[in-house]
Structure formats: C-alpha cells, structure tokens
C-alpha cells in the first residue's frame, strides 16, 4: 500500500472507509464531498491569506512612501537652515573691516573675506587654490620682517589662544588664530 497524506489518511477513517478496498458508493460520494470541501477551505485559506499580505503590502508601501517623503521634507528643511547659516556666515564675514583667514586644522582654507584680498593685495587664484601654505610663502613678499612672521604663525597654528600683530608693507595688522570648536 502506498503511503497515504495525513490528511486525507484522517479523512478515510473518519468515513469509515478502508483504503485497502474499494468504498461504497455513498462512502464515496462522502468522501469526495469532504475532499471538495477542504479544497474549498484550502482556496479560502489561500484567498485571505494573499488579500492580508496584499493589504499589508500596501500599507507597508504608505508607511514607507510616508516616511521618505516625511525624511524628504526634514531633509530639505535642515538643507534650508544650513544654506542660511552659510549665507549669514558668509555675509558677516564680508561685511567685517578686517581681514579674514578661515584655515583647517590640515592647513586648507576654509574661508576668507574680499577684504583680506585687498588688504594683502594677492592674486585672488592663489586664495581660490584654498592652500594655506601657498598663501603664507606669497604673503611672506608683503611682510616687513618675513622669517620672525612665519616663525610667528608656526607657532600661533600651534598656541590658538594667543595673538599677535606684523607689519605689511608699512601698515599694522593685528591678526589671531583662533580654534574652531
């Protein structure tokens, strides 16, 4: 005898049916009438089952569309506030009498106004280069007393708290290393 699924093994012996031999025809009919059923049932399980997981699938596909819209907008909104710190930033550092020189840590600069252009009379493709070095040996030309200024800076990028002042071409500038924290 073959071995028979569980299942329908259940069914026969609750029909009262020996699979051994043939069934009576009203057993038959009973049991072909409890196979139609459980795969009436069955065709439902399935049906509920691909509705919820249709259903869930779609409110997942909300949730998710709702959230990187909601991800989109806060994006945009900090995007906005930055762009108007830098535009407020930028704005004082221009509209400031003096001369400013932004520089990382890594000696690459960060920032710098117009009037520190004018003020060391420079290429503004040297300041554009964004390297520190550079614009330290060209304003080095620009300075009374070269190797005191250098050894000078060298030291302030090391002691950010302190100041000090050098003399350009016959004009005082007072200028200071300052951490950014």
């Known amino acids: 005898m073959t071995t028979l699924h569980q299942l329908l093994a259940r069914q026969l012996e609750r029909l009262g049916i020996d699979a051994e031999a043939l069934p009576s025809p009203a057993s038959w009919c009973a049991l072909l009438e409890t196979v139609s059923q459980t795969y009436t ?3 439902q399980e399935r049906f509920t ?3 919820a997981l249709a259903s869930s699938s ?3 596909r909300q949730l998710y569309d709702d959230l990187q819209h909601a ?3 806060e994006l945009a909104g900090e995007r906005d506030k930055l762009s108007k710190s830098v535009a407020i930033h930028e704005a004082t550092l221009e509209a400031s009498p003096d001369g400013v020189l932004i ?3 890594d000696r690459y600069v960060v920032g710098y106004n117009q009037r520190l252009v ?3 009379d420079l290429n503004p493709e040297l300041f554009a280069s964004r390297d520190a070095d550079r614009l330290l040996d060209a304003g080095l030309d620009k300075v009374v007393h070269r190797e005191a200024y250098a050894e000078r800076v060298r030291h302030l990028s090391e002691h950010l708290d302190e100041s000090s002042v050098a003399e350009v071409l016959g004009s005082i500038f007072r200028f200071r290393l300052e951490a950014v924290r």
């Open 41 to 43: 049932e069955a065709a």
């Open 103 to 105: 520089v990382s840590e």
């Open 71 to 73: 991800s989109d907008a």
């Open 118 to 120: 004018e003020l060391w």
């Open 58 to 60: 779609r409110e997942l």
């Open 49 to 51: 089952m691909e509705h």
